[in-house]
């Protein structure tokens, strides 16, 4: 069976501070891929990142920068430099090898505090 | 370039009234289309998924129903809405082949008094 875990519920940071959202998964197939939402305030999911199970590298866009290590079964994501508009729910996700059903873990909610 | 769009965004409703949230989006053909379901505070539950018209894949039993009249249309609905029935109902696409990134639209906060 598929799972995701987010451990940390809820973070707050001081705005500029960096911050990291830890995800853990689980998985007996070889073939999937993870992903990383917001939903700020107003309630959309936005997407962030799609990573396939072969592609280990990490991943760096602007602020934003993700962790993928397969020997700990983890897809972290750091922001850094936070800032207020980075104040969202953040939500990872898998899915197994061909399956059409996303596995969602059950979100972290980051406070960036000005 | 793709677009999904949720209407109404905001609806309060009386328990027992009837219910019918529609998604539509543009961009694109023959998607796979979902629904899904926030509780306040809480994770995401998938309610339905439909590959194609007029097919439905029901995953909780419950007060709800789908249909996919259309390639790029998705209706949520509901006969009589319970409390339990209140939350913010989000719509996704995604392309045909499986494990495809979902795109969410805006969603609907449904508010059942």
């Known amino acids: 069976a598929q799972k995701v875990t987010q451990a940390q519920t809820e973070i707050s940071v001081v705005e500029k501070e960096d911050v990291t959202l830890d995800c853990v998964y689980e998985?007996?197939?070889?073939?999937?891929?993870l992903f990383w939402y917001k939903q700020p305030p107003s309630g959309e999911l936005v997407f962030l990142i799609r990573r396939n199970s072969f592609d280990e590298q990490n991943e760096i866009s602007g602020r934003y920068s993700w962790n993928f290590q397969k020997s700990t079964s983890s897809f972290n994501f750091t922001i850094t430099a936070s800032q207020v508009v980075d104040s969202a729910v953040y939500f990872c996700a898998l899915i197994a090898n061909r399956d059409d059903k996303i596995i969602f873990g059950k979100g972290t909610r980051l406070h960036i505090l000005p | 370039s793709q677009t999904i769009h949720q209407w109404p965004a905001t609806l309060v409703q009386p328990v027992g009234s009837p219910l019918s949230l529609e998604c539509t989006v543009e961009g694109t053909s023959n998607p796979n289309l979902y629904w899904y379901r926030q509780a306040a505070g809480r994770g995401l539950q998938l309610l339905f998924y439909s590959v194609g018209i007029g097919q439905i894949s029901s995953e909780v039993p419950q007060n709800l129903s789908a249909s996919r009249p259309q390639d790029r249309q998705f209706i949520l609905s509901s006969k009589k809405l319970l409390l339990s029935d209140s939350g913010f109902y989000l719509c996704a696409w995604s392309g045909l082949h499986g494990a495809e990134t979902q795109y969410f639209g805006p969603g609907t906060r449904l508010l059942v008094l």
């Open positions: 998985t007996r197939d070889t073939t999937y891929y």
